[in-house]
Nanobody
Framework: QVQLVESGGGSVQAGGSLRLSCAAF?????????MGWFRQAPGKERERVAI????????YYVASVKGRFTISQDNAKNTLYLQMNSLKADDTAVYYC??????????????WGRGTQVTVSS
């Protein structure tokens, strides 16, 4: 039974930082092909934020967060992280952790957490 649980969300002022965590249960992160962070703001489509390819350690970021967000993982703790710096009001959204075991599904993963709210005020 695969389960992903996000934490670390909250309310911050613009320019602040947050670190999101995603704890995995039921499987080891090392067994997945990729892990990622997605977000969805009210009235907007779900957006791909960052992807971590566990097989090689490659990372991908949406252009709007490059230089500000960093995705990483701690295999020993079975946890995925998203360090978010220089937060902007446009970063306000529910952030979701996701994973998949197939490279063909990394951009649209099968397994999802329930999300954690990030609110950035101006």
């Amino acid at each position: 039974q695969v389960q992903l649980v996000e934490s670390g969300g909250g309310s911050v002022q613009a320019g602040g930082s947050l670190r999101l965590s995603c704890a995995a249960f039921g499987y080891a992160y090392s067994s997945s092909y990729c892990m990622g962070w997605f977000r969805q703001a009210p009235g907007k489509e779900r957006e791909r934020v960052a992807i971590f390819y566990t097989v090689g350690g490659d990372t991908y970021y949406v252009a709007s967060v490059k230089g500000r967000f960093t995705i990483s993982q701690d295999n020993a703790k079975n946890t995925l992280y998203l360090q978010m710096n220089s937060l902007k009001a446009d970063d306000t959204a529910v952030y979701y952790c996701a994973a998949d075991f197939s490279p063909e599904r990394c951009l649209n993963p099968t397994y999802w957490g329930r999300g954690t709210q990030v609110t950035v005020s101006s």
